[in-house]
């Protein structure tokens, strides 16, 4: 069964310094998908990246991006030159392909991120 | 920002009282999803669509019903509400079963009281 398990129920970083979120994955499947969200205070679920399980390259968008380590299950969210508007909660989820039925997307349990000025 | 709105945003209401959230898309996608947040536990799915008429359970589906008539609605329905509903209610959609991101809505805080 898929599982995601996020490990760091919450972390500190200072402002302009990177951090890196741990992200670990459970799958039986060869093609699937592995997701960031982050969850402000405000509520609402924001799509940062995306990393397919056939991509060769990790994934990059602006200041975050996916370290994927294929053999180990893991995908670790890299935040580079942290800024006070990242503070927020994080999600780890991944999307087994499952044809026709609308992959489900499974959620890690989140990691509480505060910048510190 | 793709066009998902839920209604209501927030609903008090009573244990035993039957409650229908409401996703609406304007963005033709085939999928749509219904997750409940709750602290501690991230979200949990509780029903999907993969088209009209087709929808499936997701992991904490007890209690929950849903329905598709058309493509750009998917209804979540507690029959009878209970306090352990309590909770925000997200609705979701995607254009592909396989890959790509979900979509949120704003999400529903309900209260059940």
């Known amino acids: 069964a898929q599982k995601i398990t996020q490990t760091q129920p919450g972390m500190f970083v200072q402002e302009k310094e990177a951090v890196t979120l741990d992200c670990t994955y459970d799958?039986?499947?060869?093609?699937?998908?592995l997701f960031w969200y982050k969850q402000p205070s405000s509520g609402e679920m924001i799509f940062l990246i995306y990393?397919?399980?056939?991509?060769?390259q990790n994934a990059t968008e602006g200041r975050y991006s996916l370290n994927f380590q294929k053999a180990r299950k893991s995908a670790n969210l890299v935040i580079s030159a942290s800024q006070l508007g990242d503070s927020a909660m994080y999600f780890c989820?991944?999307?087994?392909?499952?044809?026709?039925?609308?992959?489900?997307?499974?959620f890690g349990q989140g990691t509480e991120l505060s910048v510190k000025p | 920002d793709a066009g998902i709105t839920q209604s209501p945003r927030h609903k008090v209401t009573e244990t035993g009282t039957p409650v229908t959230l409401r996703c609406h898309q304007t963005?033709?996608?085939?999928?749509m999803y219904w997750y409940r947040q709750d602290p501690g536990h991230g979200l949990r799915l509780i029903h999907y669509?993969?088209?009209?008429?087709?929808?499936d359970k997701g992991e904490v589906s007890d209690g929950y019903s849903v329905s598709r008539s058309k493509t750009e609605d998917f209804l979540l329905t507690l029959e009878s509400a209970t306090s352990s509903q309590t909770s925000v209610y997200f609705c979701?959609?995607?254009?592909?079963?396989?890959?790509?991101?979900?979509?949120f809505g704003e999400g529903s805080r309900l209260t059940v009281l």
């Open positions: 990393q397919g399980s056939y991509d060769e």
């Open positions: 669509s993969y088209g009209v008429k087709d929808t």
């Open positions: 963005e033709n996608h085939r999928y």
């Open positions: 979701a959609i995607s254009e592909k079963g396989n890959t790509g991101e979900l979509f």
């Open positions: 799958t039986s499947d060869q093609s699937y998908g």
């Open positions: 989820a991944m999307r087994e392909a499952t044809y026709n039925q609308g992959g489900k997307l499974i």
